[in-house]
């Protein structure tokens, strides 16, 4: 089992920076690897993913957001974090983490790959 809490949502100026956070909570497993994903959801649209990463490394971005958002982790404290830089209205939108064990290169955007999620946190870029 898996609990993901997200944290750093808020509201930012177009051209601002956030910052989010999502604290994972694991019983154990058997397995060792993990990827962990970011997706959003914006009014009236379908949830996307903007990141995910694999616990050896290897990173994935959605194309239209490289170079704007960057994914990491701390794993000594099971966190992990989207840095969201030069934000624009359009990132307006509620921000998942999601959590699937085993590894996988690249590591998967799609949200049928990941099982465990969390509750979200909302972004809110003015203009």
């Known amino acids: 089992q898996v609990e993901l809490t997200e944290s750093g949502g808020g509201s930012a100026q177009a051209g601002g ?3 989010l956070s999502c604290a994972a909570t694991r019983s154990p497993s058997r397995y060792t690897n993990f990827c962990v994903g970011w997706f959003r959801r914006a ?3 379908e949830r996307e993913g903007v990141a995910a990463l694999d616990s050896n490394g290897p990173v994935n971005y ?3 957001l490289k170079g704007r958002f960057t994914i990491s982790q ?3 404290k099971n966190i ?3 840095q969201m830089n030069n934000l624009e209205p359009e990132d307006t939108a509620t921000y998942y983490c999601a ?3 085993g590894g996988w290169k690249p590591p998967p955007l799609d949200e049928t790959s990941y ?3 969390g ?3 909302q972004v809110t870029v003015s203009s």
Do not use: R
């Open 43 to 45: 009014p009236g649209k």
């Open 17 to 19: 920076s956030l910052t």
């Open 62 to 64: 959605a194309d239209s």
């Open 74 to 76: 701390d794993k000594s």
């Open 99 to 101: 959590w699937k064990w």
């Open 80 to 82: 992990f974090y989207l």
């Open 119 to 121: 509750q979200g946190t």
């Open 115 to 117: 099982n465990y999620w």
